[in-house]
């Protein structure tokens, strides 16, 4: 598992193809919905990131500030589908891997009032850009449900992975890929 995971990090960032989730194309059914947050690199870590993050803060931590992503991202995502824009949508996203994986770098305990609303902001963002993706024909709720579940699922093993790590004593391993995913973000940044 301790070698697997920075392997597969590495994999797939080597795949250009895989770089953005937001190239606008052809989203219409729960299937696509679903598979759109593993389809661009910027996704993916953000929202593996949310779980690794949360389950470092520990306690009700754990399972709040992913439920908070999810509820204010589905939020967002209802703002995008209906026509509405967030300046900036790509910054904030790429500014949500900074900032979580330097929480996780630097292994961070925020108060859970705060950290959910940290994670609040950047789900808006993640949000907005997805429905924002919707093609005029297509079913928003479908589509919004894929999405939703499959970023619930990263949280969750973001989660797996974090108690994993910590059961077998390597916390280090988990603020090394908290520092990666920081540094990942210079990438979506000078990609924007």
């Not at 292994?107 to 940290?118: G, H, K």
């Not at 077998?168 to 000078?190: K, T």
Request: proline share 4%; glycine share 12%; aromatic share 10%.
């Amino acid at each position: 598992m301790n070698k697997l995971l920075p392997r597969l990090l590495l994999v797939t960032g080597l795949l250009p193809t895989l770089a953005f989730a937001h190239t606008g194309g052809d989203v219409h059914d729960f299937k696509t919905g679903f598979f759109h947050p593993f389809s661009g690199f910027d996704h993916l870590l953000a929202m593996i990131a949310v779980g690794l993050w949360a389950s470092q803060l520990g306690g009700r931590a754990q399972w709040q500030v992913p439920l908070t992503f999810v509820a204010v991202m589905t939020l967002g995502s209802s703002f995008g589908i209906n026509g509405g824009s967030l300046p900036l949508i790509e910054s904030g996203i790429a500014i949500s891997l900074l900032v979580v994986g330097v929480l996780i770098a630097a292994s961070i305990r925020l108060p859970l009032a705060f950290s959910s609303a940290l994670v609040g902001l950047f789900a808006l963002c993640h949000g907005a850009a997805h429905g924002a993706e919707l093609p005029f024909a297509a079913s928003a709720a479908l589509y919004a449900t894929g999405f939703l579940l499959a970023t619930a699922l990263l949280h969750l093993s973001g989660i797996v992975c974090a108690n994993h790590l910590e059961q077998i004593n390597r916390e280090s391993l988990l603020r090394w890929l908290g520092g990666l995913i920081a540094v990942s973000s210079g990438y979506f940044w000078l990609n924007i």
